[in-house]
């Protein structure tokens, strides 16, 4: 059985950091990543992580790079997205996601096989 769990939100001043964890558990997967969905918006793209056949490769939201970095530990299954510099409107639900297969397209919600339950981050003013 597949599982997402993720953990390190919270509550942080606008300029301050988070470091979310999610630990997979039942499968290895070739890309895992980060969603997020704020109050009546959509889920959109924060950060992934794939394994391809010729390296890593990582891809950030336009609104996050230079202050998000995201990381794998393939030993643990794991999956970091370090947040500096945080703003009012990072605020969000965020949800890990995970890919069986990495097939060349890591933004799209649709490539993800499997999500984790979400984990709160309120950044205040």
């Known amino acids: 059985q597949v599982q997402l769990v993720e953990s390190g939100g919270g509550l942080v001043q606008a300029g301050g950091s988070l470091r979310l964890s999610c630990a997979a558990s039942?499968?290895?997967?070739?890309?895992m990543g980060w969603f997020r969905q704020a109050p009546g918006k959509e889920r959109e793209f924060v950060s992934a992580?794939?394994?391809?056949?010729?390296?890593?490769?990582?891809a950030y939201a336009h609104s996050v790079k230079g202050r998000f970095t995201i990381s794998r530990d393939n030993a643990k299954n794991t999956v970091y997205l370090q947040m500096n510099s945080l703003e009012v409107e990072d605020t969000a639900v965020y949800y890990c996601?995970?890919?069986?297969?990495?097939?060349?397209?890591?933004?799209?919600?649709?490539?993800?096989?499997?999500w984790g339950q979400g984990t709160q981050v309120t950044v205040s003013s």
């Open positions: 992580s794939a394994t391809t056949t010729s390296g890593d490769t990582t």
């Open positions: 996601a995970a890919a069986l297969r990495f097939l060349g397209i890591i933004a799209d919600a649709r490539a993800y096989d499997y």
């Open positions: 039942g499968r290895t997967f070739d890309a």
